[in-house]
Nanobody, 118 residues
Framework: QLQAYGGGLVQAGGSLRLSCLAT????????MAWFRQAPGKEREFVAA????DGSTYYADSVKGRFTISRDTVDLTMNRLQPEDTAVYYC?????????????????WGQGTLVTVSS
């Protein structure tokens, strides 16, 4: 029901914009988020937006470089670094719950791979 796209190969210092497409069954979400998972690592929080008040939240590692759009939920990633290399996933939270952990989300899409070369 969710599909992340827009990933690709980019050099360090470059930019990418990821988008999240919702298809199929409609639902009302209370929050949308981006997570990422690097090889051999756990899925980690990147950014989120809460529809309750429009607030946005970012992981410290991406703050100031990544921006989640309040209109489209697109994730604009600037000044990319090799450590940003991962599969990126968009997720939707229907019920209340944590914003910062995967367990707080109800719907997940297939991820899109972002590779940042040094």
């Amino acid at each position: 029901q969710l599909q992340a796209y827009g990933g690709g190969l980019v050099q360090a210092g470059g930019s990418l914009r990821l988008s999240c497409l919702a298809t199929g069954k409609t639902f009302s979400s209370s929050a949308m988020a981006w997570f990422r998972q690097a090889p051999g690592k756990e899925r980690e929080f990147v950014a989120a937006i809460s529809w309750n008040d429009g607030s946005t939240y970012y992981a410290d590692s991406v703050k100031g470089r990544f921006t989640i759009s309040r209109d489209t939920v697109d994730l604009t990633m600037n000044r990319l670094q090799p450590e940003d290399t991962a599969v990126y996933y968009c997720a939707a939270r229907v019920h209340s719950g944590t914003l910062y952990y995967p367990t707080g989300y109800d719907y997940w899409g297939q991820g899109t791979l972002v590779t940042v070369s040094s």
